[in-house]
């Protein structure tokens, strides 16, 4: 049985790679992607992409166009569970490649979100040490994300999102994801995911924001969560 699950897993996952190879493959058309998100996703998600803070619905503009494709891939094999997209995604006119490209191009060249729901800001310290030792090699000191590696953008994201994922992730919720990051996270205490999340979610997604971690990270703050992350800086969150 185990073997068979093995197997299982691992075509799944060949071909959610399948998919994204050939959507990145295909030239995107951003209007018709346009017209998808407001058939099948504004309700949600909103009129300009930004969320709902309240229902904790993410904000998808300006997200990278790769991880959004990897994502709705994901979502269209079953290889993320979310019950609440899986009937949206499994939409005819939703499931293409082709359509996946559209949709991730127009939400990619969306504005990133300016005014996301923040945390009480009480912890930007130690928030600020962990984001500069652990996420901001991958995600970048602005949050802005790295096409190359389907790395997500975290900038202009909401703080009660960014906190149930970090949550999530660190209880094991989402398997497709590398298990490095569940590992990093599931060792944090609530206290530095609250931290983190209140951090990404003031990034202003530009270089700017390397001076403002970099002032974070010298800072006086909690050392001893410093040291337990900074040896796990090439682990993506």
């Known amino acids: 049985i185990l073997a068979l699950c093995g197997r299982s897993a691992s075509a799944q996952l060949d071909r959610v790679e399948e998919i994204v190879e050939r959507a990145l493959a295909l030239t995107p058309d951003p209007m018709e992607g346009g017209r998808l998100y407001r058939k ?15 229902t904790v619905v993410p904000a ?12 709705l891939a994901d ?20 499931v293409t490649p082709q359509a996946m490209h559209d949709l991730a191009a127009f939400l990619s060249a969306l504005p990133p979100l300016t005014d996301p729901q923040l945390g009480d800001g009480r912890q930007l310290i130690l928030g600020g040490r962990i984001y500069k030792s652990v996420c901001a090699d991958c995600h970048g000191a602005g949050g802005e994300g790295d096409d190359r590696s389907r790395t997500p953008a975290l900038r202009g994201q909401h703080y009660s999102y960014l906190l149930r994922q970090a949550r999530q992730l660190a209880a094991g919720h989402r398997y497709s994801v ?9 060792a944090l205490t609530l206290d530095q995911l609250t931290a983190v999340a209140d951090f990404i979610s003031r990034l202003p997604g530009s270089g700017e924001n390397e001076a403002l ?9 909690s050392a001893r969560a410093e040291h337990a992350i900074c040896a796990r800086s090439e682990i993506r969150i």
Do not use: T
Request: net charge negative.
């Open 40 to 54: 099948h996703c504004s309700v949600c998600h909103g009129r300009n992409a930004g969320g709902n803070s309240q």
């Open 60 to 71: 998808l503009a300006g997200q990278a166009a790769p991880y959004l494709i990897k994502q």
């Open 75 to 94: 979502l269209v094999e079953g290889y993320r569970d979310l019950p609440e997209m899986h009937r949206q995604v499994a939409r005819a006119d939703l």
């Open 178 to 186: 590398d298990v490095s990051v569940i590992v990093l996270l599931e």
């Open 213 to 221: 971690a970099g002032s974070v990270g010298n800072s006086l703050g």
